[in-house]
């Protein structure tokens, strides 16, 4: 038979690769519990329309969609924003708010094979819900920010860039331009970076007629090339309707509360006003922002904004929320890319080198020092001493226990101090104490 292959998009996770994968879970989790988050989960598969109602087209597409054994329109999770608002609008009565909750899982989209982008991937989510005001997106950026630079990056490394969908809604508006016209252009706007300037003019066109394209196209280019406030609000004085001006100055107010939190909280050199980034997910609502690395050589690092609608459309209160989730593939190929992949070696503590007729108390002392949290390793078939003692080197064992015919005959094993090269004979029922010794010292 043909070896069945791994599934494109998929990955095998050998124990090397799952350290780091436990690794990158520790760390989430340490720096979420430092933000006072919780750690919650829900299935991977769900009911199709979860994702239906509000993830967006480009999401949908790409989900992996099948009919159950009982009928139902089922698919496997490609974000766990939806299953985190269901999960909040089924108990928000209860919940002390602010909720602030964190996930670390996998996520299933059927992308097209690129760099950076896989068909199963792992995703540390973090959210809160329960305040309207820029307080949410403080807390949330500080996570993002401390959630990568626990991992060594620095703000040489990534930068996290800020946006506002609410500004461009008003920015679009006061150009008479709104509704699905005004999503069209946010999506042509999503995607300025990666397409031609020819591409860009040309969907534009067909988003807002060909006469009005070319003048909106010039103020997006200079409304995304702003880099802080100031010129944000020159920018934001431009236009005609006067109802959408005032709105768009009352964000700048929201805008200088943000920026002005995370300064405060010594993210300044972290992060960027940068409207270029509007997000392809359909549920954004206010502020959005994305983390790259500084060279923009990697696709995004994490994403997130405010989505204070979709509580509600999942049958709960009104409740606004904000969050952001970072995914595990771009961030391992950043980390690599700066030499910032930790070490990880597994090693036992003990290794027990076991002559041919000493397999009982040998057994009798692994059992006994693992009982008191050692980890221990010994060859499980007897064979040369010299073989052993190269297998207790590289199981990164501190200390190899020999019992040797001569030594059980006396009643004693050798303790050898791998690490200090010294040696030294105890006594069998001393084994665990001078074990412990080695530890403590
Ligand atoms: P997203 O931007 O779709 O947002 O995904 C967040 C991160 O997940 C991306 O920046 C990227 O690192 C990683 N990611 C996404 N797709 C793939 C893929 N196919 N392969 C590898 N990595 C990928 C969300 O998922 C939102 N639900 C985030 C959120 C949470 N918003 C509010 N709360």
Not at 151 to 160: R, S, Y
Not at 172 to 177: F, H, N, S
Not at 256 to 270: K, N, P, T, V, Y
Request: with cysteine; charged share 25%.
């Amino acid at each position: 038979m043909e070896p069945v292959r791994l599934l494109p998009g998929f990955r095998d996770f050998y124990p090397e690769a799952f350290r780091l994968r436990r690794h990158f879970a520790t760390i989430w989790r340490q720096v979420a519990g430092l933000h006072g988050f919780s750690e919650y989960d829900g299935p991977v598969l769900e009911a199709l329309d979860l994702f239906r109602k509000k993830s967006g087209e480009e999401i949908e597409r790409q989900l992996f969609a099948f009919t159950d054994k009982g009928d139902r329109a089922v698919a496997l999770r490609p974000e766990m924003t939806p299953t985190l608002a269901r999960m909040v609008a089924a108990k928000a009565a209860s919940l002390r708010r602010p909720v602030k909750w964190f996930s670390i899982g996998d996520q299933f989209r059927y992308e097209r094979q690129q760099k950076g982008r896989l068909r199963c991937f792992t995703q540390f989510n973090a959210d809160l819900l329960g305040e309207e005001g820029p307080a949410a997106e403080v807390e949330l950026i500080s996570l993002l920010a401390a959630s990568l630079r626990a991992f060594g990056l620095t703000e040489e490394d990534f930068c996290i860039r800020i946006s506002d969908r609410t500004f461009w809604i008003h920015f679009l508006e006061t150009r008479g331009i709104t509704g699905e016209t005004a999503r069209g252009v946010l999506g042509v706007v999503d995607k300025l970076e990666r397409e031609s300037p020819e591409a860009t003019r040309q969907a534009l066109g067909a988003v807002v007629g060909e006469a009005a394209a070319d003048p909106l196209l010039e103020a997006i280019r200079r409304l995304v090339a702003v880099r802080d406030l100031g010129e944000l609000e020159a920018i934001a004085g431009n236009g005609v309707d006067a109802g959408a001006l005032g709105a768009a100055r009352e964000r700048l107010a929201l805008w200088a509360e943000l920026m002005a939190d995370l300064e405060a909280i010594g993210l300044g050199d972290f992060v960027q006003v940068d409207l270029g980034v509007v997000r392809g997910l359909a549920y954004y609502t206010g502020f959005v922002f994305e983390a790259f690395d500084r060279k923009g050589a990697f696709r995004a690092l994490a994403g997130g904004g405010r989505y204070d609608g979709l509580v509600e459309l999942f049958g709960g209160p009104s409740l606004p929320a904000a969050g952001f989730a970072v995914g595990d593939v771009v961030l391992e190929e950043l980390l690599r890319e700066r030499g910032k992949l930790p070490p990880l070696v597994e090693a036992v503590d003990v290794y027990l080198v076991v002559g041919e007729n000493s397999r009982r108390p040998a057994l009798e002392a692994a059992a006994a020092l693992r009982a008191h949290g050692y980890r221990v390793e010994y060859a499980l078939k007897a064979g040369g001493f010299g073989k052993q003692f190269k297998a207790a080197a590289q199981s990164g064992a501190r200390l190899a226990l020999t019992f040797g015919p001569d030594e059980i005959a006396r009643g004693v094993c050798k303790v050898k101090d791998l690490a200090a090269r010294t040696e030294e004979e105890v006594p069998l029922a001393s084994v665990l104490t001078a074990v412990a010794r080695h530890f403590q010292a």
